[in-house]
């Protein structure tokens, strides 16, 4: 069901009669009522009933159940559900769009759930068949066609898609999360990562995904010379990978959806790079007054550098005034996070920056020590992997042999350079704002040949150095 910040219910469907819609008022009245959905976790036991609910803008998507059911896989139901929806009533639909909409989400909610059950998800074929009024498929299917595609073993992609330009887009995104002791000791570091694909392939291509997996390069390299690897845990694919492929030879096989979807996710606890290092000193003078020294030292190599850094200190809560000094960047007191805000454009790499604040507190009737929380640091390094991890290779195989263009795309000015098979490849370098920076010609005469003609043609008024290695 479907709550707003009121504890109202908005659209509800019952799947079972194990629970009633009365069970809802238990729920307004401790979780919405007692204000705690953003403080506590997101499952509650309620009167012998499960609660596990996210939240959506002002919207509650709760799941109730009786039984001793996955919480993982409840979960990723209610983040499909949202995610469906905002591809029918957009990325911000909220309360009106709902009430206005009743017709349309009883029916995804019958077809995306049966009898207690997560079915069809996927919303390229949802909206084959679950349109609004106003909106006609391009490509009508036929009856028989729908049913195979509903019904059969590939219901993330439908049959007959074309596309002039046959294209792949992909990006590797990580997330290190690192914690360290007052004396500089690494207690706990791991890097969270995803490949995020975007494929306008035609027809039913079957793709294969290969990274650095240290268990592969062991299996490749068995006899021979070692390559380093990295080891890959905690692998959660899209339902489109062959995961008995995956697990007999650590193979990466599945034939992609149209359009955007999030292949893989991975973690890696073991030899992370970290890419800065933050030595803070605290000193507490009094009730009063309070400074912080931050010493920030960037690991990663000098011809890369870090965009868009966010540094967030977080100072007292009883502070009235900071006076901060920094070496580059600016630096701001924003008592609303209750912490000093630090950003800086352009990092470069193995430069040290300082900062150094100091802070007059108000008094207060009940002394309170500090709880001192950690520091936040949000980034883009381009080129630079905390984890190790990288692309080895992306094939493409299909029955008409096509031609695939392989694009690349960094939200940066760093170009990578893509190799060419064949007898022509164009290979596009995109920013992050839409600017195209440089067009790539590659021309490759023969296979056999080692010299690959290279044409750059400036077209903006960027000019990023260009690196290419035999």
């Known amino acids: 069901m479907v709550l707003n910040q009121k504890g109202e219910i908005l659209i509800s469907r019952q799947y079972r009669d194990d629970v009633s819609r009365v ?28 609660f596990i609910y996210t939240r959506h803008l002002n919207m509650y998507f709760v799941a109730l159940t ?10 990723e139901y209610l983040f499909q559900k949202i995610r469906v929806l905002k591809a029918y009533l957009g990325e911000d639909f909220d309360e009106n769009s709902m009430r206005n909409n009743m017709t349309l989400i009883y029916e995804l909610m019958d077809e995306t759930m049966d009898f207690g059950y ?24 036929e009856p028989e ?25 992909f990006d590797v995104l990580e997330s290190v999360n690192l914690m360290i002791s007052t004396s500089g000791a690494i207690l706990r570091n791991e890097v969270t990562g995803r490949v995020q694909m975007n494929t306008k392939l035609t027809g039913m291509p079957e793709c294969k995904f290969g990274l650095n997996d240290k268990l592969v390069i062991e299996k490749e390299s068995a006899g021979g010379k070692k390559k380093p690897g990295v080891e890959i845990d905690d692998c959660v694919f899209h339902r489109c990978v ?6 007999a030879d650590r193979t990466i096989t599945f034939i992609p959806p149209d359009g955007e979807f999030e292949l893989m996710r991975y973690r890696v606890n073991d030899n992370v790079n970290l890419p800065f290092r933050l030595i803070p000193a605290v000193q507490e003078e009094g009730q009063t007054k309070c400074s912080i020294n931050l010493k920030v030292i960037a690991n990663f190599s000098e011809k890369l550098f870090a965009t868009h850094v966010v540094i967030k200190i977080p100072v007292p809560k009883n502070t009235s005034k900071a006076k901060i000094k920094n070496s580059f960047g600016r630096a701001k007191y ?18 040290t920056c300082m900062l150094s604040s100091d802070m007059e507190l108000v008094r207060t009737v009940r002394p309170k020590a500090w709880e001192r929380p950690p520091i936040n640091v949000d980034f883009q390094v381009p080129l630079f992997t905390a984890s190790g991890v990288h692309v080895r290779f992306l094939r493409v195989y299909d029955k008409s042999g096509y031609h695939t263009n392989r694009w690349i795309w960094l939200p940066s000015q760093h170009l990578w350079l893509v ?26 005469l023969t296979p056999r040949q080692s010299t690959i003609t290279l044409k ?3 077209i903006s008024n960027l000019s990023p150095a260009l690196a290419f290695k035999e």
Request: proline share 5%; glycine share 6%.
């Open 242 to 247: 062959r995961l008995g492929k995956f697990d």
């Open 66 to 75: 009786k039984s001793n059911v996955n919480p993982a896989l409840v979960f």
């Open 23 to 50: 069970a809802a008022d238990s729920f307004r009245l401790q979780v919405i009522a007692a204000k705690e959905a953003g403080s506590q976790e997101p499952i509650r036991r309620i009167e012998n009933c499960s």
């Open 118 to 141: 997560p079915q069809n998800c996927a919303v390229d074929v949802l909206q084959m068949y679950i349109n609004l009024a106003n909106v006609k498929p391009q490509d009508e299917p």
């Open 419 to 444: 190799g060419c098979d064949g007898e022509e490849e164009e290979v596009r370098f995109e920013e992050d704002s839409g600017q195209l920076g440089w067009e790539l010609v590659c021309n490759a």
């Open 334 to 351: 924003e008592p609303e996070q209750n912490a000093i805000v630090w950003r800086i454009k352009k990092f470069p790499g193995k430069a």
């Open 456 to 458: 750059a043609t400036q």
């Open 145 to 169: 066609q729908l049913t195979k595609q509903i019904t059969g073993a590939i219901d993330w992609r439908r049959e007959g898609i074309r596309h002039k330009k046959n294209e792949f887009f």
